[in-house]
């Protein structure tokens, strides 16, 4: 019997997130669309900066703001020496409405914590002031910079979660487009490959889902793609040509209403002949890494062996 179904039959109400865990939700998304309007949205992005500033395990670590062409960025990287012949590009989430490098702080953190790679995080633009395709011309220009300071294409991990996985990408697909080398690897964390909300799992998952509702998914799609066709691959990555795309890691917990995105990622992407691999984690939800938990400390290790089988 499912879970779902054990609860109705008992009459048991769903299962609540503790105050911690309510607190690190806050720091991942806003929750109603009542509340994409400017004053509601600057609210969320500053609590954002401030929370994910308090989070983030930074023992050992230091960060190192930069500005790339008037895109605010930073680096996290080992305090200790290290090698700094590969990178990981880090595109955080928020639904391309919220967001910021102090939220970028906590996945930030711990890629370099497991991996040992220096990380560059970025602030690209948002929408609902700065809608498609901002977030993606900011993200290609943080890769031209990358090349310019002498990495290599597949020296480089692009990783992203929820609209961050989105984001990567969709990057990839421009780079692929204009016949540019291509990251060597991809990490993604509960992304969000279909703006047109065709998986099921938006309905079947949905009350399971303790972070995302459809109704917040559907204002931030408005605020950001507005009148743009849907099944663009820059908006929904779902639909794109993944032909030579690099070995990619895929991550999704089990009670997410972006379940479907995930899955049917994994199978477009094996259809075009691309290494790739889903992890399920079951009674997990949607960027469940940045809680302080057993299995997102599990699943980023997890990351870690992955790069160090594919590159």
Not at 148 to 154: N, V, W
Not at 156 to 165: E, K, L, T
Not at 166 to 184: D, I, Q, S
């Amino acid at each position: 019997m499912s879970k779902e179904k054990y609860r109705k039959k008992r009459g048991t109400p769903e299962p609540k997130l503790d105050p911690a865990m309510r607190v690190l939700k806050a720091l991942h998304s806003v929750s109603t669309p009542d509340e994409l309007t400017p004053d509601e949205l600057e609210k969320q992005r500053r609590s954002q900066e401030v929370l994910g500033n308090l989070v983030a395990p930074m023992a050992g670590m230091v960060w190192e703001n930069i500005d790339i062409n008037g895109i605010p960025a930073a680096w996290m990287c080992l305090e200790r020496p290290h090698k700094r012949r590969r990178a990981i590009l880090y595109c955080h989430g928020g639904g391309y409405t919220s967001g910021n490098l102090g939220y970028s702080k906590v996945l930030a953190s711990k890629l370099t914590q497991r991996t040992g790679f220096d990380v560059l995080a970025f602030e690209y633009r948002l929408a609902p002031e700065f809608p498609y395709p901002a977030a993606i011309d900011d993200g290609e220009k943080v890769w031209d910079h990358l090349m310019y300071l002498g990495y290599g294409a597949r020296d480089i991990v692009i990783a992203g979660d929820s609209a961050g996985g989105n984001l990567a990408l969709a990057l990839c697909l421009r780079l692929k487009a204009k016949h540019r080398m291509l990251p060597g690897a991809i990490l993604l964390m509960s992304p969000w490959t279909d703006m047109t909300l065709s998986g099921i799992s938006y309905e079947q998952r949905r009350k399971f889902d303790p972070i995302l509702s459809l109704e917040y998914i559907q204002a931030v799609i408005k605020a950001y793609a507005g009148d743009n066709d849907l099944t663009s691959p820059t908006l929904s990555p779902l639909f794109g040509n993944f032909e030579g795309f690099p070995p990619t890691l895929i991550q999704v917990g089990t009670h997410e209403i972006l379940y479907s995105d995930s899955e049917r990622l994994r199978d477009r992407m094996l259809e075009a002949g691309v290494s790739c691999r889903l992890e399920v984690w079951d009674d997990m939800w949607h960027v469940f890494q940045m809680f302080p938990l057993k299995k997102a400390s599990c699943a980023m290790d997890s990351m870690a062996h992955f790069l160090l089988e594919e590159l």
